[in-house]
C-alpha cells in the first residue's frame, strides 16, 4: 500500500515534490516553486473557529436573497466532499444553495469522512466515473477540507472525467498539511487518524493536475493555515481569499457565490474568477 503524495520538507525551498514510495522512501516528482508554509494556524484562531462559523451562517441567512442572482448552472453533474468527521449533514446549505441555481448536485454518501480509506477511495473513483457516463457530461467536484484532496485526486486519477474543481480551506501543495486540532497539531499527509491516510493505488504517485482549479481560503482559519492552501499560479489554477472561518465555509455567502460562478462557465471557457464590483470587499485577494 502507498501512501499519498507528500512532500518533503527540507526540500520544500528548492521547490521539489516528493512522493511516498514503497518501504517509505521518496523520490522526486515534478520540479515546481512553491511558497513556504507556515506549520500550523494560531491556538486563537482554531478556539474562536465555533463562533465565527456561527457568523458566516447568520451572514448566508442575510444573503441568501442576493445568491438568488448568482450565475446559474447548466445542469451537468457536480459532486460535493465534506470534511474530515463529517458527511453530507454538513454540506447540505452548500447543496440546496447549487441545487436552487440550476445545478445537479450530489453528495458523497459515504457516511462519516474518516479518512481515505480503500473503501473510499475505490467507490469514489466509480461514482466519478458512473456520474460521467450516465449523464454524459464532466464532472465538477467540489471539496471542503479533506474533501479537497480527495477532489484533488480523483481529478489527477480520471482527468477525463472532471470539468474542473474548487477546493475550500485544503492543503493544495501535495504537502503534509498541518493541522491544528484542539488536542495539538497532525501532520495530515503522514499521521492523520493515525495512520488511515495510506491510501491504496490509484491515488498514488499521480502526476500535476490538468483539470482548472480554483483554492479558496481564508487568512483566518483556525484549522488549516491558508499558506498551504495556495496554488502557484498558472494557466486554470487560480487562488481566491474569502473572510470567515474554516468551519463556515460550507455557509460561507462569498464562496456560495463563488462556486455558482465557476460551476456555472461553460465547459472549456474557463476564466479568472472576476466578482462583480458591489461584492468584492467580500474578496479579499486574487491570484
Known amino acids: ?83 474530515l468527521m463529517t458527511g453530507d449533514p454538513a454540506t447540505l446549505v452548500l447543496r440546496t444553495a447549487l441545487r436552487a441555481l440550476g445545478h445537479n448536485v450530489s453528495g458523497w454518501s459515504l457516511g462519516l469522512n474518516r479518512g481515505p480509506t480503500g473503501r473510499v477511495v475505490h467507490t469514489l473513483r466509480a461514482r466519478l466515473q458512473r456520474l460521467h457516463r450516465t449523464t454524459g457530461r464532466r464532472v465538477s467536484l ?19 472525467s472532471v470539468r474542473g474543481l474548487v477546493t475550500l480551506g485544503t492543503p493544495v501543495l501535495r504537502s503534509a498539511p498541518w493541522v491544528r486540532t484542539a488536542s495539538g497539531t497532525v501532520d495530515g499527509g503522514t499521521r492523520l487518524l493515525r495512520g488511515a491516510a495510506a491510501v491504496p493505488r490509484p491515488w498514488a504517485e499521480r502526476g500535476p493536475l490538468r483539470v482548472p482549479a480554483t483554492s479558496v481560503y481564508t487568512r483566518a482559519d483556525g484549522i488549516v493555515h491558508w499558506s498551504s492552501c495556495r496554488y502557484e499560479v498558472r494557466s486554470r489554477r487560480e487562488n481566491v481569499e474569502v473572510r470567515g472561518s474554516h468551519l463556515g465555509l460550507a455557509y460561507n455567502p462569498a464562496v456560495l457565490w463563488l462556486l455558482a460562478d465557476r460551476l456555472g462557465m461553460a465547459e472549456g471557457a474557463w476564466t479568472p474568477f472576476r466578482p462583480p464590483p458591489g461584492l468584492s470587499l467580500l474578496f479579499p485577494r486574487r491570484r
Open 1 to 83: 500500500m502507498n501512501s499519498l503524495p507528500l512532500e518533503d520538507p527540507g526540500h520544500a525551498q528548492k521547490g521539489l515534490r516528493w512522493t511516498a514510495c514503497r518501504g517509505g522512501t521518496f523520490r522526486a516528482m515534478d520540479a515546481v516553486r512553491v511558497p513556504a508554509v507556515k506549520r500550523h494556524p494560531s491556538q486563537a484562531a482554531l478556539l474562536t473557529e465555533p463562533p465565527r462559523a456561527g457568523l458566516d451562517a447568520a451572514a448566508l441567512t442575510a444573503a441568501w436573497p442576493l445568491l438568488a442572482t448568482a450565475r446559474r448552472g447548466d445542469g451537468h453533474p457536480v459532486l460535493v466532499l465534506p470534511g
Open 142 to 160: 467540489v471539496g471542503w477540507s479533506l474533501g479537497g484532496r480527495y477532489a484533488q485526486e480523483l481529478a489527477r486519477a480520471a482527468p477525463g
